[in-house]
């Protein structure tokens, strides 16, 4: 597609569901990363994909936040057991390839709120 | 660990004026630096990417500069109009983009 795309835009759950967010990337961009964004803050690093695999995990901030990417093109970002203080917007950025120094491309969004 | 700032984190200027967003990095191996611009309740369009090579790109009325050993980057927003008004975002990437808390810029008639 022409941009990244990211479904739904917005999202509210009970407390204590499971909900999944999807990315849809550039068509050939090899690097998918997700990001986290709380209000009046900076977009914080959760997850990024080189290709299928995730390469690195680090910004997730616990084990009920899982990503994948089976393909290597669709990502979805998997939240168990939601608490109000996952409550952000989820962004989504792909890059031509991790590797080389090119720009990230994000999305608008996906605002969850847990309730 | 990469840490990002921006001064201001706000800023209020009537239309017209010329605007400098600062930002500053710890960590100076950079592979780039990156300008967004977020209006409210939306993704991030990107301004401006600076290779670490770099010292300057323009695009417009906007010119990023980047000088990566004192660890600064500098957007300059010429003849500023209503329409600039958004949050300022910079990202410089160690590995992966880390964000600052950004700039909110408003520009009045």
């Known amino acids: 597609g022409a941009g990244v795309s990211q479904t739904p835009s917005n999202k509210v759950t009970e407390k204590g569901k499971y909900v999944e967010l999807r990315c849809d990337p550039i068509?050939?961009?090899?690097?998918l990363y997700w990001y986290r964004q709380s209000l009046g803050q900076g977009p914080e690093f959760l997850i990024y994909?080189?290709?299928?695999?995730?390469?690195?995990d680090s910004g997730l901030p616990n084990d009920r936040f899982f990503a994948v990417r089976p393909e290597g093109s669709v990502s979805t970002l998997k939240i168990q057991r939601t608490e109000r203080g996952d409550s952000a917007v989820y962004l989504c950025?792909?890059?031509?390839?991790?590797?080389?120094?090119?720009?990230?491309?994000f999305g608008s969004g996906t605002r969850l709120t847990v309730v | 660990k990469q840490e990002v700032t921006q001064i201001p984190a706000a800023l209020s200027v009537p239309e017209g004026e010329n605007l400098v967003l600062n930002c500053s990095f710890t960590?100076?191996?950079?592979?780039?630096l990156q300008w967004f611009r977020q209006d409210p309740g939306k993704g991030l369009t990107s301004l401006l990417l600076?290779?670490?090579?770099?010292r300057e790109q323009t695009s417009g009325r906007l010119n990023a500069s980047l000088d990566k050993s004192s660890g600064r980057s500098t957007l300059y927003i010429a003849a500023s109009q209503p329409g600039d008004s958004a949050t300022y975002l910079c990202?410089?990437?160690?590995?992966?983009?880390?964000f600052g808390t950004g700039t909110r810029l408003q520009v009045f008639p």
């Open positions: 950025a792909s890059s031509l390839s991790h590797r080389l120094p090119y720009g990230y491309t």
């Open positions: 068509s050939g961009h090899t690097a």
């Open positions: 994909f080189q290709g299928t695999g995730a390469a690195d």
């Open positions: 960590d100076s191996a950079i592979y780039n």
């Open positions: 600076i290779q670490s090579s770099q």
């Open positions: 990202a410089a990437n160690t590995d992966k983009l880390i």
